[in-house]
C-alpha cells in the first residue's frame, strides 16, 4: 500500500478505524493496565475519587451552603452528577495528552491516529461503569427505588463519551503542536466544573438561560443522568436535544479539524 498525504479539507475515513479496531482495543487495555499499574489500591480508584468527592460536596454544598436538591438526599444528588463528570475529566485530560504519551508509535508505523484518542475514551468507559455500581448501591442504601427510565442512563454515558472525544480531539491535536497545552487542560476542566450542575442543579440558573447554558454538552449529560437514575424534575428534553446538538457539531469539528492536522503529527511529535 503506498501512502500518500492529503490535500486541502480531507475525508474523515471512519472505515480506516474499524479496520484497525484489533489495535484500537489492544490501545484502550494497555492504557487501562497502565492506569493501575504499581498503585497501593488499583482499580479502587475508580471507586474512591467520586465517592470521596462526593463526601466533600456534601458538607460544603449540602449542609454548609445548603444547596437544595429537591426530594433526592444530597450525598446521591452529589454522587450521581460526579459519576459522569469524573469520566468525563479523565477522559478530556489523557485524550489531550494521547498523542503526546504515544510519540515513539506514531512516529515509526503507521495507523489510524484516530484509535490513539478513541482508546483513551474508551479506557475511561470501565470507570465510569465501575463507579455506576457504586451509585446503585448507595442508591439503595438511601432507600432511592430504580424505574424503568435507568435504561436511558445508557445514551447518556454515550453522550459523555462523545462529548470527553470531542474535546480531546481538539486539544490533543493543539497539544501535538503547542506542549504548554498540558498545563491548560487542568485548569480548564477545572473550570468547567463550576460551569456544570454537577453540584448543584440547573433550576438554579435563571430559566431564560436554560438553552444557552446547556451549549455545554455536559449539562445535558448531567441533567439526562440524573432524570434518569433519580427522577430529577428538570424539563430535561430542551437540555438534552441542545446539549446532543453542541456535542455533535464540537465532535465533527474536532474529527475534521483532527485529520487535518494528522499529516504533521509524526513531524512534531
Known amino acids: 500500500m503506498t501512502l500518500r498525504p492529503t490535500r486541502g479539507w480531507v475525508s474523515l475515513r471512519l472505515d480506516e478505524v474499524w479496520r484497525y479496531r484489533e489495535l484500537l482495543w489492544f490501545l484502550a487495555l494497555r492504557d487501562i493496565k497502565v492506569r493501575y499499574k504499581q498503585t497501593a489500591l488499583g482499580a479502587s480508584w475508580a471507586v474512591l475519587q467520586p465517592l470521596l468527592t462526593a463526601v466533600i460536596f456534601t458538607v460544603v454544598f449540602g449542609r454548609l451552603a445548603r444547596i437544595s436538591s ?64 457504586v451509585l446503585v448501591g448507595a442508591m439503595f442504601l ?79 449529560v448531567e441533567e439526562g443522568f440524573r432524570w434518569a437514575l433519580v427522577g430529577s424534575d428538570s424539563d430535561i428534553l430542551p437540555l438534552a436535544l441542545t446539549s446532543t446538538l453542541s456535542a455533535a457539531v464540537l465532535l465533527i469539528g474536532g474529527l475534521f479539524f483532527f485529520r487535518r492536522q494528522e499529516r504533521s503529527f509524526a513531524d512534531v511529535l
Open 142 to 220: 438511601y432507600g432511592v427505588g430504580l424505574g424503568p427510565r435507568a435504561l436511558l442512563v445508557v445514551p447518556c454515558m454515550a453522550l459523555a463519551a462523545a462529548s470527553a472525544l470531542a474535546i480531546g480531539l481538539w486539544l490533543s491535536a493543539v497539544a501535538a503542536r503547542y506542549r504548554d497545552v498540558r498545563h491548560v487542560v487542568p485548569f480548564m476542566v477545572q473550570l468547567w466544573l463550576f460551569a456544570t450542575p454537577v453540584a448543584y442543579p440547573t433550576s438554579l440558573i435563571p430559566e431564560p438561560w436554560h438553552l444557552a447554558y446547556a451549549v455545554n454538552p455536559m449539562v445535558g
Open 70 to 133: 429537591g426530594d433526592v438526599p444530597y450525598p446521591i444528588f452529589a454522587l450521581a452528577g460526579l459519576v459522569p463528570w469524573v469520566f468525563f475529566s479523565s477522559a478530556v485530560g489523557t485524550t489531550a495528552l494521547s498523542l503526546l504519551n504515544n510519540t515513539s508509535l506514531i512516529s515509526k508505523v503507521y495507523f489510524p491516529r484516530l484509535c490513539v484518542p478513541i482508546a483513551s475514551v474508551v479506557a475511561g468507559l470501565v470507570d465510569m461503569l465501575v463507579s455506576s455500581a
